[in-house]
């Protein structure tokens, strides 16, 4: 029972997904709030926010490398739910979901969006 059934390649996987879900929370935080709430300066608060964005990127993308890896011993397209995972029901939403915040989240960064 338990995780002893689940390589440790899905347990990276899994574990990065749930610190890229952290991520993307703290930047659903305004900047205002880390300044007027917590007592940061507005440039640390920038700064924090925007180390934060680009590291979900890179968490993301090592999360998905790993569950893509995982796949590699199930049907090749990852897109379908795999038959032989009982708990994988979430892949074909949340590709489509990463993709989709993925371009909301570059277009809400844009400049002239933002003001």
């Known amino acids: 029972?338990?995780?002893?059934?689940?390589?440790?390649?899905?347990?990276?996987?899994?574990?990065?997904?749930?610190?890229?879900?952290?991520?993307?929370?703290?930047?659903?935080?305004?900047?205002?709030?880390?300044?007027?709430?917590?007592g940061f300066e507005k440039k640390e608060s920038l700064r924090f926010h925007r180390w934060i964005g680009r590291g979900i990127f890179l968490v993301t993308f090592v999360h998905m490398a790993c569950f893509i890896g995982t796949f590699t011993d199930l049907p090749r397209d990852i897109f379908m739910t795999p038959k032989s995972v009982r708990d994988n029901f979430t892949v074909p939403a949340m590709f489509y979901t990463w993709v989709v915040s993925l371009f909301t989240i570059l277009l809400l960064s844009l400049r002239p969006v933002r003001t």
């Open 1 to 38: 029972g338990g995780w002893r059934h689940v390589s440790n390649l899905e347990k990276a996987a899994r574990t990065l997904g749930q610190v890229g879900s952290l991520c993307v929370s703290l930047t659903y935080i305004p900047v205002g709030f880390w300044v007027e709430g917590l």
